[in-house]
């Protein structure tokens, strides 16, 4: 075992290599750019250099003389296709050709099409619009920003959580603050640039697109073409990198499959990177009023938290992280309020814990400023308020192991040995500082199908589509096969990205390893069954033994009492050559109607905050040290330690790749990300990796992730909550709080910058 | 992209004689009809993006010349050819020890795969990366002159706070000509008028009202070789460069600094400053200011004031002045502090 493979601890899975890792790493995983190659006629997009206004004239001469075009198409050619829907497979509402109104910055106004992709590119860059151009809102406190209340706005916030009396135990609190804090505009830049890929076989349209969400863009894309879903199929068997930006279908996939039916040959078009940031979604920028409340002994008595959002003026895109924040802590009482405020901006949409990661780190920011006021020992005052049930409904918590977090990373990060005095700790001319804060992610699950085959040689294929976005889906749900059929890891295929395999959830919402391997579970277990009666009835090797006493292992059928039949045999007695299982999920508290709505691709979340009996959250705490130069001030993070818990955990390796993961990004949220917005324009001005800033290897040093065993029946079926998205909650908080340690200055803006610091 | 013709002269006179023909008297390099290209780490990406428009390129790479490929060490300095790539010369224990400035700056510069393909010569060379000017969109004084400068009160955090003007405040980027400015370092360059050498702080313009002009260069000449003299402040030299991370960013501010001490007393100071200005930048009065005095917190500070005494920012690159002064006063004392 080494740090990426840590050693399996209670109710932990082993830590098997990624089953697709050889493929990955040797150029062999083919992503959907990639395919098909034959006959590709090549798209690039033109998009529009204002955010808001019409479009009175395109110029298309120039770009028609580029040896090689094909088509253009533009305003009026998707006029017979249905507009785009916002929502959970649609991320936006603004149907861009179908309409000469621009509604924000880099929206498409056409697509080039020609033989090479250099042709198109020149062709693309060679249309000139002509605007009517009005003058733009960019955000918060621009000209025209428009605030309105979100509950109600959007199905994702019904309501602005409350309990108790806030004003009244916030007046009678003899320890209060009243803080404001904000998070910037932040864009997913996964690696693998957005594309799509569009061909016709007859009446059928295929499309390779990386997508976290196959059969929801299969219904979508279907209704805006005006076609039988059954004739649209969705590809993507590999994603490299996603974040949520390829959970919603953006337009473009609608025009390049109409610009693709039109030639009668596939179009691929690639958007190139700075196109991306204004067709594609993104984590608008957000602003917090925190006020706590709390007694002289720590006990806090009163919370609120007050969100502001931006949104496209098109859509209510909204977050709403108080629903989590309203339940971490035993507040007492709980005012909560989220309004939005529209701009002209493209739509925003899901990136990476999109409610937590903003909203939690203004609570656990403003928690460190709580707990240095009262002047008391930051993890000391988040176990004083440590809650029994949670304050807004009272339910219990399924399971909830913070402070076994909090205590394990203490101890291993040694917070014992910091000196809690602000500016004490140096190291030369480095101020050094010490940090923690919470983690938290609701663990839901959806309904999901998976079809499972054994054969008598003791193969298996796995098929859902779910989505390997780098989480090691594909793998864990091959390992729970594996397990539960007693057959070795590299006797499993796992199928997956595809839209004519069973249809699995959006993967979103850290929902995919217990939605597909609750289905995976189920599917392998009604083949057990029918193994399990061939092996036991009257005469067979096993009769006698009943099936719930059967085990599955190595190849074999084991009985209580050590006797065991091969599978194989089993099989030859069974006069059959393969067992074909095809399984549909369910979780507790869906609806009759659920599994209809799976197929329809609008999968019902459950679990969170909405189950009748219980809340349901995974936990984590992390803990940072900065260095900060004392004459430069330049941050740096020489370490950081994250311990979570996440009740099963299937395996090891994967599980500490995505908390890692999300940790490192955690630190380029606190240090370096943001989209800059030119206020002037509505318009984004660092739209390349060279000025949007991420981390590189030489920012990450000794990183180290604990995972806490914590068992939790009340789930799912597999015992797992998600812990893909719980790694960047709560890390730039800890940072903060690593700053102000350093240095006496609390900074409530991020990114965290040598700007803050040095004046 | 634009279709372009690609040409591989096979020595520099060849190479004189093509750009010399297609292009004028008047033409500048960087907006010429036919370009030189080497590492192409920079003009590739600005050819991609539509902001440089060659229509023809000349490809460097396979001159015939030996000594542009080599780096060549002696009592009179070192001589780097000009397709001499960044790895190499950062690499090079020669310049190492005797000019860790340049190894520095060097080192500090791109990514490993940049610095393996950079040539020394297109390095010096590489154009802003303003934001503003990269984005053809936009309006820019330096791409589309009388266009205006969309950066003067947009997003201009990267912006220079010395040697900018009304028509442009986009910072030069690069490290290494900080090293080559404050080592005194002449470039040789060849054209249709022959042979000449360039004092390196001869070579950028500032931008004043015409900041489509870059460089003393005209469009058919090529830098050949760079020389930096042997002195005596080159050994007690250093680059501090200040990011916004640890690796593969460009400089908020650095600080190339070259002392010849008499014990703590400064004989000789050298001072450039990167990150802040519009062109490679000499601070001579911070150099001043430190001559003959014992070098310490205090006289460095007095310097770093010196150095930033005209400095001029904007909305979001005020912080600028101040992280410029502190670097300034941070790479002093630890080149003081150097064992040399």
């Known amino acids: 075992m080494d740090a990426a493979a840590p050693k399996p601890g209670e109710n932990q899975g082993e830590p098997l290599p990624r089953i697709d890792a050889r493929l990955k790493v040797t150029g062999q995983a083919h992503y959907p750019a990639d395919l098909p190659t034959a006959n590709i006629a090549y798209g690039a997009l033109s998009t529009s250099s204002i955010a808001r206004g019409r479009v009175t004239k395109l110029r298309l001469d120039d770009a028609r003389a580029v040896p090689g075009l094909l088509d253009i198409v533009t305003y009026g050619d998707m006029d017979k296709v249905e507009k785009p829907k916002f929502g959970n497979s649609g991320a936006t509402s603004i149907g861009p050709l179908h309409d000469r109104t621009i509604f924000h910055d880099g929206q498409i106004i056409a697509l080039a099409v020609a033989e090479t992709f250099e042709a198109a590119e020149e062709a693309a860059q060679l249309i000139r619009a002509e605007y009517e151009e009005e003058k733009p809102t960019a955000s918060f406190d621009s000209p025209g920003a428009k605030t309105v209340d979100a509950a109600g706005k959007n199905p994702m916030h019904k309501e602005d959580v409350k309990a108790g009396n806030f004003d009244a135990a916030y007046a009678a609190a003899p320890v209060r603050i009243d803080a404001r804090y904000s998070t910037p505009t932040q864009h997913h830049n996964p690696i693998e640039l957005f594309s799509t890929t569009a061909f016709w076989q007859g009446d059928q349209l295929i499309v390779h697109e990386p997508t976290q969400n196959v059969t929801g863009w299969k219904v979508e894309l279907a209704r805006q073409l005006k076609i039988d879903p059954a004739n649209v199929r969705i590809l993507s068997p590999f994603i490299g990198g996603a974040f949520g930006s390829k959970g919603p279908m953006t337009p473009r996939t609608a025009i390049v499959a109409v610009a693709a039916k039109r030639l009668g040959r596939p179009v691929r078009c690639v958007t190139s990177r700075m196109q991306a940031f204004g067709t594609q979604t993104y984590r608008a920028e957000t602003r917090h009023r925190i006020r706590i409340g709390a007694g002289r002994d720590g006990r806090i008595t009163a919370f609120a938290h007050e969100g502001w959002e931006v949104t496209s003026r098109a859509d209510a895109y909204v977050v709403a992280g108080t629903s989590a924040t309203g339940r971490m802590y035993d507040y007492g009482s709980v005012l909560t309020h989220v309004s939005l405020v529209e701009a002209d901006r493209n739509t925003p949409g899901y990136m990476r814990s999109p409610p937590e990661t903003p909203y939690v780190y203004a609570l656990e920011n403003a928690m460190d400023e709580m707990a240095v006021t009262l002047g008391m020992d930051p993890v000391e005052f988040r176990r004083i308020n440590e809650p029994k049930v949670e304050p807004i409904g009272k339910k219990p918590f399924s399971s909830r192991s913070l402070i076994q977090c909090y205590d394990q990373a203490a101890d291993a990060f040694g917070w014992a040995k910091r000196d809690p005095k602000v500016g004490a700790m140096r190291d030369g001319d480095w101020l050094v500082g010490m940090g923690c804060a919470t983690a938290i992610y609701p663990t839901a699950a959806a309904p999901c199908a998976a079809r499972v085959r054994l054969t008598s040689d003791g193969d298996v294929r796995v098929q859902c589509g779910s989505h390997e976005i780098g989480t090691g889906v594909r793998t864990v749900a091959g390992q729970m096969a594996s397990e539960r059929l007693g057959v070795p890891i590299d006797k499993v295929n796992v199928e997956m990205g595809d839209s004519s395999l069973p249809p699995a959830p959006v993967s979103g919402g850290s929902i995919s390893t217990a939605s597909v391997c609750s289905a995976v579970l189920k599917a392998c277990d009604a083949i057990r069954t029918k193994l399990s009666v061939g092996a036991t009835a009257e005469g067979r090797p096993l009769a006698g033994s009943h099936n719930e006493e059967l085990d599955f292992a190595d190849g074999k059928i084991v009985a209580k009492g050590g006797a065991s039949a091969k599978i194989e045999d089993v099989f030859k007695i069974m006069q059959v050559g393969a067992i074909d299982e095809y399984a549909e999920f369910a979780p507790k508290g869906a609806t009759p109607g659920a599994l209809k709505k799976l197929y329809a691709g609008q999968p019902e979340f459950h679990g969170g905050d909405h189950d009748e009996d219980s809340v349901k959250y995974a936990f984590g705490a992390e803990f940072v040290e900065v260095r900060i130069n004392r004459y430069t001030r330049e941050i740096r993070v020489p370490r950081i330690v994250g311990a979570f818990a996440a009740g099963r955990i299937m395996n090891t390796r994967t599980a500490r790749s995505q908390l890692m993961g999300g940790m490192i990004w955690g630190i380029g949220q606190a240090l370096q990300e943001a989209t800059e917005v030119d206020g002037r324009y509505a318009r984004y001005v660092n739209r390349d990796l060279q000025d949007y800033l991420v981390p590189v290897n030489a920012d990450i040093r000794d990183l180290q992730v604990i995972l806490v065993p914590e068992v939790d029946h009340a789930v799912n079926p597999a015992g797992v909550k998600g812990l893909g998205e719980l790694g960047n909650v709560g890390t730039a908080a800890a940072v903060a709080s690593a700053v102000y340690h350093a240095t006496g200055n609390r900074i409530r803006d991020l990114p965290i910058r040598i700007d803050q610091l040095i004046a | ?340």
């Open chain 2, 1 to 340: 992209m634009r279709p372009f013709v690609y040409e591989q002269p096979n020595d520099i006179s060849a190479a004189v004689a093509i750009a010399s023909r297609f292009t004028t008297d008047d033409e500048q390099p960087t907006r010429a009809n036919a370009q030189f290209i080497a590492g192409g780490t920079n003009l590739a990406d600005y050819m991609k993006l539509g902001v440089a428009v060659p229509n023809r390129l000349l490809d460097l790479n396979r001159l015939e010349e030996p000594a542009l490929r080599q780096i060549r060490v002696s009592d009179d300095g070192i001589r780097f050819g000009a397709l001499v790539r960044m790895g190499e010369a950062a690499d090079h224990a020669e310049v190492k020890r005797r000019c860790p400035v340049i190894a520095d700056s060097l080192r500090l510069a791109a990514s490993g795969q940049i610095r393996n393909m950079a040539s020394l010569a297109g390095n010096i060379l590489q154009r802003t990366r303003c934001e503003y000017f990269r984005e053809t969109s936009w309006p820019c004084n330096k791409r589309v002159p009388g266009s205006g400068c969309a950066a003067m009160e947009g997003f201009n955090r990267q912006h220079a706070v010395l040697g900018a003007s009304d028509a442009c405040i986009a910072t030069y980027h690069g490290d290494f000509a900080q090293a080559l400015i404050a080592l005194d370092a002449v470039v040789r360059a060849e054209g249709s008028r022959g042979a000449r050498k360039v004092p390196f702080a001869r070579l950028h313009r500032l931008p004043r009202d015409t900041p489509h002009i870059e460089t003393d260069l005209a469009a058919d000449e090529i830098i050949t070789a760079i020389e930096v003299p042997a002195v005596a402040w080159a050994r007690r030299s250093r680059y501090l460069k200040i990011r916004d991370r640890e690796s593969y960013a460009f400089a908020l501010a650095s600080a190339a600094v070259a002392l010849d001490l008499d014990g703590d007393s400064v004989r000789e100071a050298r001072i450039a400053l990167g990150g802040v200005a519009t062109v490679p930048w000499r601070a001579r009065a911070a150099e001043a200011a430190l001559q003959d005095k014992k070098l310490d917190e205090a006289s460095a500070d007095a310097a770093a004031q010196a150095a930033f005494a005209d400095a001029e920012s904007r909305q979001h690159n005020a912080f600028k002045v101040e992280l410029g002064k502190r670097t300034l006063v941070r790479a002093l004392l630890e080149t003081r502090d150097m064992k040399v």
